[in-house]
């Protein structure tokens, strides 16, 4: 079955850059969609086929997909953006939505 | 306002059966294939059971499949997944969410909490 590999978690300063990473084996020829998700509330789609932004979402979140990592790049971080964030594709060959472990972000 | 509410979660023994209901406004139901994902307390995403607009297609997670039925009624805009033979690992909030043809989920629902324990 098809495997998405995030970092468990990744810190930033307020107001630098965040990169969450998504790693699938060819996942460059999938279409990757990411999510964030606060304590106690469902899950919101920030990033869709790789680096589109649903409307509301700020430009700062931004995505890209090559080879075998996607990328979520979260620009000019606030202490808001603090969240998991999760990875998700749709394996054709197994017909399985799958999601990656998910990575905590913390804004030091 | 496009809206997903779910409801029919609680406690229930393991081996017993459980029907989770998810209403859905503010956008026509009819079009759209619908989703289910839970996900274990202090855990990550996991995917449930997927379903065409009409029907027609229905997925299910290996963990799932044979013991979970997703289900719809177009008529009534709501969907459905009934869960049997449930176990201590089936314990999650349980979310219903909306699926484009590119596979996102957007939106979800609040989620409603199952519990599987004697």
């Known amino acids: 079955s098809y495997v998405l590999t995030q970092p468990p978690s990744v810190s930033v300063a307020p107001g630098k850059t965040a990169r969450i990473t998504c790693g699938g084996n060819?996942?460059?020829?999938?279409?990757v969609h990411w999510y964030q998700q606060k304590p106690g509330q469902a899950p919101v789609l920030v990033i869709y086929?790789?680096?589109d932004r649903p409307s509301g979402i700020p430009e700062r979140f931004s995505g890209s997909n090559s080879g075998n990592t996607a990328t979520l790049t979260i620009s000019r971080v606030e202490a808001g953006d603090e969240a998991d964030y999760y990875c998700?594709?749709?394996?054709?060959?197994?017909?399985?939505?799958?999601f990656g472990g998910g990575t905590k972000l913390t804004v030091l | 306002e496009v809206q997903l509410v779910e409801s029919g979660g609680g406690l229930v023994k393991p081996g017993g059966s459980l029907r989770l209901s998810c209403a859905a406004s503010?956008?026509?139901?009819?079009?759209?294939?619908m989703n289910w994902v839970r996900q274990a307390p202090g855990k990550g995403l996991e995917w449930v059971s997927s379903?065409?607009?009409?029907?027609?297609?229905?997925y299910y997670a290996d963990s799932v499949k044979g013991r979970f039925t997703i289900s719809r009624d177009n008529a009534k805009n709501s969907l459905y997944l009934q869960m049997n033979s449930l176990r201590a690992e089936d314990t999650a909030v349980y979310y219903c969410?909306?699926?484009?043809?590119?596979?996102?989920?957007?939106?979800w629902g609040q989620g409603t909490l199952v519990t599987v324990s004697s």
């Open positions: 969410a909306s699926r484009s043809s590119s596979w996102w989920f957007d939106p």
């Open positions: 503010g956008f026509t139901f009819s079009s759209y294939s």
């Open positions: 379903i065409s607009s009409s029907s027609s297609y229905i």
């Open positions: 060819n996942i460059g020829s999938k279409s």
């Open positions: 086929d790789d680096s």
């Open positions: 998700q594709v749709w394996d054709s060959s197994s017909d399985h939505v799958v």
